[in-house]
């Protein structure tokens, strides 16, 4: 887990700097090594949305529209995995 921990910690750090894609790739780096952690989605999520934010303020709609439904498709699964433990 300490790879997951050094790609999420990096992933964290670039999204406080508002480089969302490479949180991004840090973030998929930590989902590949760790595919079962929730936060590791969750983090993906939210730095997919604030890409797709960022871009829509630029007017870049194609991308924005891709990125945000990446995020939604990323909740939507949390979500499933969440109402699959309450079962």
Known sequence: LAE???FTDAGIQQMASKNYVAAIASFEKARALAPELDFTLNNLA??????????ASNKDFAQSQQHLQ?????????????????A
């Open 4 to 6: 997951v921990r050094k």
């Open 46 to 55: 939210v730095a997919y949305a604030n890409l797709g934010s960022q871009e």
């Open 70 to 86: 990446q995020a939604a498709d990323i909740y939507k699964k949390l979500r499933m995995k969440d109402m699959e433990k309450q």
